[in-house]
């Protein structure tokens, strides 16, 4: 057994972690969501070319290091230390992944350009009837000579506002909750007939309403098999709850610091709010959530491949989720009424928190999973 | 003992409940529980109307100044009843807060000239209370109050800041505590003051919360001329106002009525989604059974508020076993937020600051879930203030159990 990371690992931390630590400082971060847009794309752009680290856990074929889960959960961890709203997980964690799993002309196209920053993906796997169903799909794609026409609507689509291309599942036959039936899509997001609606969301991250009117796409948009792919978005979904957990799990380390930090120089009644039993003990929970997320985390992340994956994945995801709601409230609470507010960095990890808990399953979600898998 | 009302209460909640079909604003049905933000007119519209209907604005008050003169059990049916039809209530820093400071300790020219203005709804009052340094340590505060005479009258000059004064941005009065004496201990040194918020010196600055709302606001007294008369009771005595003030907030905090209409709409949303697997998310048994844990604590704190409310009847005060009704009403009504966030799913995320006038457009996702996060966000508020939730704990612990 070894729990270290690579000394590659280790510098892809130090690097993104020195970097993130300027570019998305407390008041940079603000301005940067207040720009036309809502973002700042020279940060992805810089990801991918100054720091070179969006292909560390692609394969070396496409450009990549050659790395893979464990080489997203360092950066993912990063990630949520500072509350980063760049795209890894739709680009890289989906697109990039449901890329290299089907593989052909298109990958060997598009993932160098992810690598490079140039090719972002928004990945719409849920829909609005659906709630976290990855098979609960309405969306439908009809052969039309040698490519598909698409119709339907894709709920909550991440990254979508600025993305290239876009990675859909749609209906090519079965009904609406059935297994079979489902295909893959990957479309460039400038294709006629599809609608976007786009607006920010409460962690500062961006979306889109997806909707197929009659949109045409070509025969090559199809990944993979047709009418077989809910296994592998399935897959991909796990991989990205998992790189969720790790987002969280450096969430939530800071999201503790900072409230330890605010408990030992607060003070009220003549002395530190840490002095405090009642604060202690929340503190001390706050940090046994934290560091059983850390370990939920690993667990999920080294477990990607084996046979059980749905069961490790929904018991991290699970954990974390309950973790990251009660940390967050409670270092709220603590905060007093400034954590309410905008104006310390407290109040803003309680709400990344809270959406990645809505976000590829929440609670009850994995836990039914579970249940079915006793 | 009996739970039933009387035939004289049944006809009691008969006229409550005609009288609000018939006279609550059509425009302003259902707004503040849609957690939508309120402009001044709208928070005041219904209180202007209740306040013409004998003092229905007041319900706690005293007939002789202009209250209803409504028993422990008409005040309940009152309060189920407009929760029940989703009325924006009277804000509580006039009606709830002050007045009755005024009405027990105040002159009899500070009773005249403000509890009229306050039960009309013509005044709108803000509560000058948390210091930057003051929180759960409130009678630590630092605003300071000096006495000067000019021209033969005497003033306070008021230095210093406060925080968290919800809706001063609309205030035109507000009752501060200050402190007027620095060498006495703690709680020996203050003073309550009303304060015209017209006044030089007087700057009102936004905070805005995680939800993006502005509703608090930082007050800062510069230089701040205040008659003296304007201080309500003794001067250093204005901890026994703020003791008293504190209690009395803390008996509507239960929020029991405005919660059970809460889980009402939750109840009819979940019926509303679905699960993912075809049912509704109220036939989900995870998230029935949620909902089932949540009607049972708030039975709870039902019939706890209503042996507070048969102890007040029969003439026992409001007293730290209310700290109770506010833990327990707090924790549940930040509950309901969570399940409707939770209910609202993927569509917990998408943000709409702003709910285009006249727009017929739908909002995205269903329309419950564009506020679902920020009313969670904002429900966060309920544990802090009014005195802490672990505030609470300390006056039960310490009043209740003598440790």
Known sequence: MDF????????????LHRYLADTYD?????????????????????????????GAALPEAYGGFGGGPIDTMVLMEEFGRALSVEPYVPTVVLGAGALVETGGAVAE??????????????????????????????????????????????????????????????????????????????????????????????????????????????????LGAEGGALPLINKL????????????????????????????????????????????????????????????????????????????????KAKINKGARALGQWAVQTHGGIGITTELAAGHYFKRLTIVETQFGDLDYHLGRLEALI | MDLAFSPEEIAFRDEVRAFIAENYPAELRGKQDEGEELGKAEFLAWHKILA?????????????????????????IFSEESARAETIPPLPFGINMVGPVIYTFGTPEQKAQHLPGILAGDVWWCQGYSEPGAGSDLASLRTKAERITEDGKDYYIVNGQKTWTTLAQHADWGFFLVRTDATAKQQEGISFLLIDMKSPGITVKPIITLGGEHEVNEVWLDNVKVPVENRVYEENKGWTCAKFLLAHERT????????????EKLKAIAKAEQDGSGQSLLANPFFRRKVAELETDLTALEFTELRTLAGEASGKGPGPESSLLKVKGTEIQQRITELVLEAAGNYAAPYFREFPEGSNEYPIGPEFAH???????????????????????????KMVLGL
């Open chain 1, 109 to 222: 196209a598009l993932v160098p350009g992810i690598i490079g920053g140039e090719v972002i993906i928004g990945a719409g796997f849920y829909e609005p009837q659906g709630r976290y169903n990855l098979a609960d799909i309405k969306t439908t794609a009809k052969k039309d000579g040698a490519g598909w026409v698409l119709n339907g609507h894709k709920a909550v689509v991440v990254a979508a506002p600025f993305a290239t291309h876009l990675l859909v599942s749609a209906r090519t036959g079965g009904s609406q909750r059935e297994a079979g039936g489902v295909s893959l899509f990957l479309i460039d997001a400038s294709t006629k007939g599809l609608v976007r609606r786009d607006y920010p969301c409460v962690d500062g991250t961006l979306a889109s309403e997806l909707y197929f009117e009659n949109a045409s796409v070509p025969a090559d948009a199809l």
């Open chain 1, 237 to 316: 979904a796990d991989h990205a709850a998992v790189a969720q957990c790790a987002e969280a799990t450096g969430a939530m380390k800071k999201l503790h610091e900072l409230t330890l930090d605010y408990a030992k120089q607060r003070k009220q009644f003549g002395k530190a709010i840490g002095d405090f039993q009642v604060i202690q003990h929340r503190l001390v929970d706050m940090f046994m959530e934290a560091e059983q997320a850390q370990s939920m985390t690993l667990m999920g992340t080294l477990r990607l491949d084996d046979p059980n994956r749905e069961k490790w994945v929904s018991q991290a």
């Open chain 2, 252 to 263: 509507g905090i239960a929020g029991v009525a405005r919660s059970k209409r809460g889980i």
């Open chain 1, 4 to 15: 270290n990371f690579t000394e590659t690992q280790g510098m892809l931390r130090d690097t």
């Open chain 2, 52 to 76: 013409k209907k004998g003092g229905w604005s007041a319900p706690a008050w005293p007939t002789q100044y202009g209250g209803p003169g409504w028993t422990a059990t008409q005040r309940y």
């Open chain 1, 26 to 54: 407390f008041d940079k971060r603000a301005a940067m969501l207040k720009r036309d847009g809502g973002r700042d794309p020279g940060v992805w752009t810089a990801l991918a070319t100054e720091l070179g680290i969006l």
């Open chain 2, 371 to 397: 506020r679902s996060a920020p009313t969670y966000f904002n429900m966060r508020k309920t544990s802090i203030y009014g005195g802490s939730n672990e505030i609470q704990r300390n006056i039960i612990a």
